[in-house]
């Protein structure tokens, strides 16, 4: 069966930290890894990674991906009370057809504290 | 901008009642999706379409139908509602390329007593 696991649940920092969320995935027919953002509504995508080692950088985001260990990490750099919202790691399975399935972890929650 | 609309951010229904959630996009999208999200539990998926008419059923269909006549629409609906499908409804829609970049919507919250 396959499985994200995030980590940690929740995080609350201050503003200025560094702070780094990770995923764990168990997935058939890995095929990437998708990371979204959710303040109190919609998720946004943030990033895609799909080769190991990698690093995909956005501003103060970054993250990598570790298909041999079957994991990811996304950092954020000197917080900002903006950045606080859940975090959701998705990876994806291909079924070979014209959709792909995203498997959703149970996010990290990060509270940016001024 | 372009954007996903569900056209009920909070609904409060009745054990039994009939449930639609409206959803459009206006991208031009193939792919269109339905999931719920709960405390613990993430997105799930419960039903997709990659056209019009047509449907698959995600992780969780039961208790769900779909409908997609036109391609910026997809409904959900639940025929008989119940309290366990209380939840927030998310849709989403992506341009057929299979890479699951999902514009998602702002979500419905029901909430059936």
């Known amino acids: 069966e396959d499985k994200v696991v995030q980590s940690p649940l929740s995080l609350v920092v201050h503003e200025g930290d560094t702070v780094t969320l990770n995923c764990s995935y168990e997935?058939?027919?890995?095929?990437?890894l998708l990371w979204y953002k959710q303040e109190k509504k919609a998720p946004t995508f943030l990033f895609m990674l799909?080769?190991?080692?990698i690093e995909k950088k956005s501003g103060r985001l970054s993250s990598i991906l570790d298909k041999k260990e079957l994991f990811s990490i996304l950092n954020i750099t000197a917080t900002q009370t903006g950045d606080s919202a859940v975090y959701l790691c998705?990876?994806?399975?291909?079924?070979?057809?014209?959709?792909?399935?995203?498997?959703f972890g149970t996010g990290t929650l990060l509270a940016v504290q001024p | 901008d372009v954007k996903v609309t569900q056209s009920s951010r909070y609904l409060v229904k009745r054990t039994g009642e009939k449930v639609f959630l409206e959803c459009v996009q206006d991208?031009?999208?193939?792919?269109m999706f339905w999931y719920r999200q709960d405390p613990g539990l993430g997105l799930r998926l419960i039903y997709f379409?990659?056209?019009?008419?047509?449907?698959e059923k995600g992780d969780i269909p039961e208790g769900y139908s779909v409908s997609r006549e036109k391609k910026e629409r997809f409904s959900l609906i639940l025929e008989s509602a119940s309290t366990n499908q209380t939840s927030m409804y998310l849709c989403?829609?992506?341009?057929?390329?299979?890479?699951?970049?999902?514009?998602f919507g702002a979500g419905s919250r029901l909430t059936v007593l």
């Open positions: 998705a990876p994806q399975s291909s079924n070979g057809g014209a959709t792909n399935k995203l498997i």
């Open positions: 997935v058939t027919n890995f095929r990437s």
């Open positions: 799909t080769s190991s080692g």
């Open positions: 991208m031009d999208h193939e792919n």
């Open positions: 379409s990659y056209d019009v008419k047509m449907k």
């Open positions: 989403a829609s992506e341009k057929r390329s299979g890479a699951n970049v999902l514009t």
